[in-house]
């Protein structure tokens, strides 16, 4: 009968680690690559705002959504939402103007005007709660971001 092959744990035996792979670098103390082969730390920084050495993303430059990782717009949803609330006063569609959708907005401008008000303000406050909960979105299909 033939034993198994030796696993380097029978009879009490240390395990013996494998050979170091070629390339392999052990932990210890790192050093700075050569200097100009990396940029610099501050050179992702974003330009006119944001925290210290943060990275702006090009493709992104308000941010990405937290959960989709889509870019957000410039149009902000509070602005927007906001404006549409107009139509309390019965200028509704100026929030979808704003956003980029003026055939819809100058379309709710006129039905509110023609139903003198009453249903401006329906479809100003329905429209702004579809606007604040994120159920609408940018001309380019991009989420609408938080703030101002």
Request: contains cysteine; charged residues 10%.
């Amino acid at each position: 009968m033939t034993e198994p092959p030796f696993s380097g744990n029978e009879g009490g035996h240390p395990y013996t680690p494998p050979p170091p792979q070629p390339g392999y670098v052990p932990p210890g103390p790192q050093y700075a690559p050569p200097p100009g082969t990396y940029p610099s730390p501050g050179a992702y920084a974003p330009q006119g705002g944001g925290y210290p050495g943060a990275y702006m993303d090009p493709m992104a430059p308000y941010g990405r959504h937290p959960v989709t990782g889509e870019p957000y717009s410039e149009k902000s949803k509070v602005v927007s939402g906001l404006l549409q609330l107009l139509g309390l006063f019965g200028l509704v569609g100026i929030g979808r103007i704003y956003l980029g959708y003026t055939t819809l907005g100058v379309i709710q401008l006129v039905v509110g005007l023609l139903t003198c008000g009453l249903g401006a303000i329906i479809w100003g406050i329905i429209d702004a709660v579809l606007i604040l909960t994120d159920r609408v979105r940018d001309p380019e299909g991009r989420p609408l971001r938080d703030g101002t």
